[in-house]
């Protein structure tokens, strides 16, 4: 299976972007668990947001009411809407994707390449 992560770049404090994770290679997302994590310097890997395969959704609380993530099945891409930036905000994100449900643990099968956000004046 393969992930590829685009939609990362520079933005301001309060700003927005919206990260998608185009799936191929066996992964779809009607069978396969996804999830958003980021990983700043020096840093472990934290989780953001994960959606299962029903559609429900967990969120870390440092994103919650700013950051959403959603699928379109029908195009086997994962998306995340981030919104309000701030600059702690600034990472890698990675997208993942399992059969099993990891919720927020980094401990998914597949994983992209991961994007870089970074939020700055």
């Known amino acids: 299976g393969q992930l590829a992560e685009s939609g990362g770049g520079t933005v301001q404090p309060g700003g927005s972007l919206r990260l998608s994770c185009l799936a191929s290679s066996g992964i779809t997302f009607d069978d396969y668990h996804g999830g958003w994590f980021r990983q700043a310097p020096g840093k472990p890997r934290e989780g953001v947001a994960d959606?299962?395969?029903?559609?429900?959704?967990t969120y870390a609380d440092s994103v919650k009411g700013r950051f959403t993530i959603s699928k379109d099945n029908a195009k086997n891409t994962l998306y995340l809407q981030m919104n309000s930036l701030k600059p702690e905000d600034t990472a890698v994100y990675y997208c993942?994707?399992?059969?099993?449900?990891?919720?927020?643990?980094?401990?998914?099968?597949?994983w992209g390449q991961g994007t870089q956000v970074t939020v700055s004046t």
């Open positions: 993942a994707a399992d059969r099993i449900n990891w919720v927020l643990w980094p401990r998914y099968n597949y």
């Open positions: 959606i299962g395969t029903d559609g429900r959704t």
